[in-house]
């Protein structure tokens, strides 16, 4: 089970921190994604981490956005910064024990999801 939280509301150019965390399985071994869905927008990647620390990311947020685990917690942490309007979105938090890295983009092929949180960025 996957539990998503840190979403709100922020100004343009402002930080946020969203938390997945989960309980029940080995998060370690799991790649751990996020996504975020716009209104009348398809889901789209965000970022990844995988269980050796491999980190992943969508273009758009490149160099603006962080993603980090805590096995230890059972957490992956995705910190924002630099805010801008088009990152308003819900974001969900999904793991995977079995993906191979072509798939790690892919929201399809996550089997675990969180609940999503709302980011809005106002500008």
């Known amino acids: 089970q996957l539990q998503a939280s840190g979403g709100g509301l922020v100004q343009a150019g402002g930080s946020l921190r969203l938390s997945c965390a989960a309980s029940?399985?080995?998060?370690?071994?799991?790649?751990v994604g996020w996504f975020r869905q716009a209104p009348g927008k398809d889901r789209e990647f965000v970022a990844a981490?995988?269980?050796?620390?491999?980190?992943y990311y969508a273009d758009s947020v490149k160099d603006r956005f962080a993603i980090s685990r805590d096995n230890a917690k059972n957490t992956v942490i995705l910190q924002m910064n630099s805010l801008k309007p088009e990152d308003t979105a819900i974001y969900y938090c999904?793991?995977?024990?079995?993906?191979?890295?072509?798939?790690?983009?892919?929201?399809?092929?996550?089997?675990?999801w969180g609940q999503g949180t709302q980011v809005t960025v106002s500008s």
């Open positions: 999904a793991a995977d024990s079995s993906l191979i890295l072509s798939s790690i983009r892919l929201s399809s092929q996550y089997n675990y």
């Open positions: 029940g399985r080995t998060f370690s071994r799991y790649t």
């Open positions: 981490i995988r269980y050796n620390g491999a980190t």
